[in-house]
């Protein structure tokens, strides 16, 4: 005989489909990432921690989702309360990783700027600075971190424009002076290229934030829903949900009753 209320099981299995659902979504979102900051022939240095947290965290949440909707079918009690013990430490965890995240969000921005001053002039940092700022350069088609002036006398081939960026709006001239000996200009990318990257950080950033939170509030329902399939499969017969409606409500019975007494013949 059923234990679980065959509507709340139904819910359980859509909520666990749901909950496996965004964590496919996570792996996607790892491989997205890892293809869009693929940058010279696929080096994993530097990001290689952030996309396993992503992979990690995607192919847990596919697990428990599986688990759960598993101990709601087979109505295991040992299953169930796996499931909400990882919904438990879930939550705690999703919501100790989202709140100091949140708080730095807006500053995000100034930490960024100050780090990558640092790389400034271009051309007198490291080779692997300026292979990433030509990687940026070509696919972005912008010059310079804060503008062109970042390379001082030696303008890379990735900042120059050709005729038809040219027709488009998307050059200027930049005059620089080359060994002192003399002054020639260039067609260079009008545009930056950190505020388009702080565009694109600052947008993972937010959707990092929604996927912690959206999870944050998953496990919540998890464990509400969880909670209470165990309770009906530990006391079949008491009713969840008591629902009684307040005395005050209800009309009281009348103080007396007028008798009639039929009519004697």
Not at 8 to 19: A, E, G, Q, S, V
Not at 56 to 76: D, P, R
Not at 115 to 138: G, H, M, Y
Request: glycine share 6%; hydrophobic share 45%.
């Amino acid at each position: 005989m059923p234990q679980i209320n065959t509507c709340l099981k139904r819910t359980f299995t859509i909520f666990n489909l749901f909950f496996a659902i965004i964590g496919g979504a996570i792996i996607v979102l790892a491989l997205l990432c890892q293809s869009l900051t693929n940058i010279n022939g696929g080096n994993m240095e530097g990001r290689t921690t952030s996309l396993l947290i992503l992979y990690v965290v995607g192919g847990i949440t596919m697990v428990i989702a599986i688990l759960g909707a598993y101990g709601a079918h087979k109505e295991s009690k040992v299953c169930l309360i796996v499931f909400l013990v990882c919904m438990v430490i879930g939550s705690l965890l999703m919501l100790r990783a989202g709140i100091p995240s949140a708080i730095v969000r807006p500053q995000l921005e100034g930490i960024l700027e100050q780090k990558f001053r640092q790389f400034v002039p271009l051309d007198k940092a490291s080779d692997e600075v300026k292979n990433i700022a030509d990687a940026l350069q070509t696919g972005m088609h912008c010059c310079g971190l804060f503008s062109y002036t970042d390379w001082e006398d030696e303008i890379p081939s990735s900042c120059l424009c050709n005729e038809e960026e040219e027709m488009e709006g998307l050059c200027k001239a930049a005059d620089y002076t080359r060994l002192l000996q003399f002054r020639s200009q260039k067609l260079v990318y009008a545009k930056p290229c950190f505020p388009m990257l702080m565009h694109y950080v600052l947008l993972m950033a937010d959707i990092v934030l929604g996927v912690i939170f959206t999870l944050a509030i998953l496990a919540v329902l998890g464990m509400m829903l969880s909670s209470i399939m165990i309770h009906q499969m530990r006391y079949p017969e008491r009713p969840t949900l008591l629902m009684h409606v307040p005395a005050i409500f209800t009309t009281p019975p009348p103080k007396y009753e007028e008798l009639h007494n039929p009519p004697q013949y």
